[in-house]
């Protein structure tokens, strides 16, 4: 509990180590693996897709939201985390992951209307401010778009988890108190001091701290920003409203534009709004969001993941993996689209790639997914050492396959599997390219009593084969360059 004198003593600086530490580290540690993974663009977006499938939950809404009218309008439809990059580029899919992790962390509960309050204004400035960014020539809109979701989120946050301290401000508020005001008289410090030291503990971006820092005063870029913001907030007057209409006019002499000719894009970008907080999960900003009185209410067709075997989705990915062998597959996308297939497809809780080392002596884990998956693939370390009737050296010496569904009737000693922490029932194949090994794919099912069909231990073959064979098609590739 967070009592008021906590939040005084404590100050800005406290109340931010607070939320890193106590209330929302999930998301701290989400933005460090991102911003890790950024750089090279091909390697980037494997990883990404990494992060992103090691939460299943994550994984169904990012989806759900690349097949949204808001993110993918011509409607696209996209079934992997793989085939979202590739359409939507490792930027779009990156800000809509954050996005979902800082709303899932500020509906918990705190002052719920200030906090829903502030979500409906981000969501109407961040779909206004990419318009506008769009408008301007700006060739980065996505980075507009988080920045204007996110130019706030200290005050998200303070409402959500200021506990005491949030309801005596609250009470400060209700009596007509301008908020800077009573946020200096209450807690001694602004609550945009929250926003701009969670932003900078989080190297969340250089705009984002440019609009906190400089607003008005920024460039135009930060006047996008700024503009929505004021825009989001006086449209909460109605869109007839004479403070509506003068942000309306500062919109159209900024982009240089007639308000007439902007103002139907604006209105719609209303709508928009509210729709995307729907498909974000944030119903009731959607409700707060002020759309024009014949734009109706947002409705959003709420879509379940399913768990387990999925034949139509695996369908789907062995389509995408076909059409990306057919091109100018790159490795990593290969991988991530066989993991993505053997993990979420044929619904494997366990899904790792292994790649045998430059002198051929030992078999690495190098990328997995599924729960457990991180240390299965730091423990899947073996040394080829010619044993024979052994797993390892069998499917790497002899290029044969295993699928095990019990460890008394396995056909192969298991031991050192078993200490790495691999359990059956289980499917190993090699990955061959040209007639020789490279690595194995190794997939398991770790819940209990759970059971491997003949026919998803042939669907994690044939993603093996597809893999081998885009393998085989990248290596003759680098050959003829």
């Known amino acids: 509990m967070t009592t008021l004198q906590d939040a005084r003593r404590l100050g800005a600086q406290g109340f ?54 808001y993110f993918n309008p011509a409607r696209a439809h996209i079934s992997t985390v793989s085939r979202a990059l590739v359409v939507l580029g490792f930027d779009a899919v990156a800000n809509i992951a954050l996005s979902l992790l800082l709303i899932d962390a500020m509906l918990k509960g705190g002052v719920r209307q200030r906090v829903v309050a502030e979500m409906a204004r981000a969501f109407h400035a961040a779909v206004q401010a990419r318009t506008f960014a769009s408008l301007a020539g700006d060739p980065n809109t996505e980075e507009v778009f988080i920045t204007a979701l996110l130019a706030r989120m200290g005050e998200m946050a303070f ?36 926003t701009l030291g969670l932003v900078k503990e989080w190297r969340l971006g250089g705009l984002l701290i440019s609009v906190i820092e400089q607003g008005e005063r920024g460039g135009p870029r930060e006047k996008n920003v700024v503009l929505a913001q004021s825009l989001a907030r006086a449209a909460e007057a109605g869109w007839d409203a004479p403070q509506t209409r003068q942000v309306l006019e500062q919109v159209a002499k900024h982009l240089d534009r007639p308000l007439d000719e902007i103002l139907p894009l604006i209105t719609d970008n209303a709508i928009a709004a509210a729709q995307a907080a729907v498909s974000y999960g944030a119903h009731e900003a959607a409700q707060l969001i ?28 062995l389509r995408d993996l076909s059409m990306l062998i057919a091109g100018k597959p790159n490795l990593n996308d290969v991988l991530t689209l066989a993991l993505e ?52 050296n069998t499917v790497i010496g002899r290029q044969q396959s295993f699928v095990v569904c019990n460890s008394f009737d396995a056909p192969v000693r298991l031991e050192r599997l078993t200490r790495a922490g691999g359990v059956p029932p289980f499917v190993m194949a090699p990955i061959v390219v040209h007639g020789r090994v490279i690595g194995a794919f190794y997939a398991d099912r770790t819940q209990a009593e759970a059971a491997l069909s003949d026919e998803d231990a042939n669907g994690v073959l044939h993603f093996v084969q597809q893999a081998s064979l885009g393998f085989e098609h990248v290596a003759s590739r680098a050959g003829r360059s």
């Open 16 to 69: 931010i180590a607070r939320i890193r530490e106590r209330d929302m580290p999930a998301f701290g540690q989400t933005v460090n693996a991102i911003r890790e993974v950024a750089g090279d663009e091909r390697a980037s977006a494997h990883a990404l897709a990494g992060i992103i499938l090691h939460d299943a939950a994550l994984t169904a809404k990012v989806l759900k939201l690349a097949n949204s009218a």
């Open 159 to 194: 409402w959500c988890f200021g506990d005491e301290a949030a309801s005596s401000l609250d009470g400060a508020m209700i009596t007509g108190v301008p908020a800077e005001v009573a946020e200096q008289n209450v807690l001694g410090y602004r609550l945009r001091q929250i």
């Open 290 to 317: 002020p759309v024009p009185r014949s734009g109706g209410s947002a409705q959003v067709a709420e879509e379940e993941e399913p768990g387990g075997p999925n034949p139509m989705l695996q369908l789907k990915i």
């Open 341 to 392: 297939g053997i993990y979420r497809g044929i619904g494997m809780d366990r899904a790792l790639f292994a790649l045998l080392t430059p002198d051929r002596q030992h078999l690495v884990g190098k990328a997995g997914l599924g729960q457990g998956a991180d240390a299965l693939v730091r423990a899947f370390q073996f040394a080829l050492d010619g044993s024979p009737g052994e797993l390892i």
